[in-house]
């Protein structure tokens, strides 16, 4: 588990998994990056940062810190742990953590401070990378509904949500979609 107290680079998959979303999406003109502090995030948007495109790395888009799980290897006793903490977040527990780590309402709060500055930002097209669980935590915090549907926010590496706000509020008009990741296989 990676978390945010683990730092990797991106592995081969992941390199390749960036490589297919830049291919997908170069034409876009996006106005200004926010990434989390986390090389892997930076790294998935690399191209088009190399673009000149303004970018700034944010620690409130950083992933949940899963303390006393992250680096660790997912034995039977781990994946125990992990699962009970799931099922306390399903039971409306948001204030539960791991030993070490962040709750979702501290996620929540700690993203707080970027999406009020996001709202009154002049840039228009806006790309965020950010990681699982923090995204999880980010679009219904986005959505200004509870956090407690963030299982209904399922993700995958470099899947596209696309978040548009019509000066009062946020709608998700693309969900989940990950069509850049297959693109090359149906050729």
Not at 62 to 80: C, L, R, T, Y
Not at 157 to 171: C, E, M, P, R, S
Request: net charge negative; proline share 4%; glycine share 6%.
């Amino acid at each position: 588990m990676q978390g945010r107290g683990v730092n990797p680079s991106l592995n081969d998959v992941g390199e390749h998994q960036a490589y297919l979303f830049h291919e997908y999406y170069y034409a876009e003109k996006f106005d200004i990056i926010f990434t989390s502090t986390l090389q892997r995030s930076q790294q998935s948007v690399r191209r088009f940062i190399a673009k000149g495109i303004p970018w700034e790395a944010r620690p409130e888009l950083d992933e949940i810190s899963w303390g006393v799980f992250e680096g660790q290897p997912a034995s039977h006793n781990f994946k125990m742990n992990y699962r009970q903490l799931l099922h306390e977040w399903e039971r409306g527990n948001l204030d539960a953590k791991s030993e070490g780590g962040e709750s979702p309402n501290e996620v929540k709060e700690r993203q707080r401070k970027f999406i009020t500055e996001l709202i009154s930002r002049p840039e228009k097209k806006i790309l965020i990378c950010m990681h699982g669980r923090a995204m999880r935590i980010f679009i219904p915090n986005l959505l200004g509904i509870n956090i407690s549907s963030m299982e209904d926010y399922p993700h995958h590496n470099l899947t596209l949500y696309k978040v548009i706000f019509d000066g009062n509020q946020f709608a998700v008009s693309l969900f989940n979609n990950r069509d850049h990741l297959y693109v090359h296989e149906q050729d």
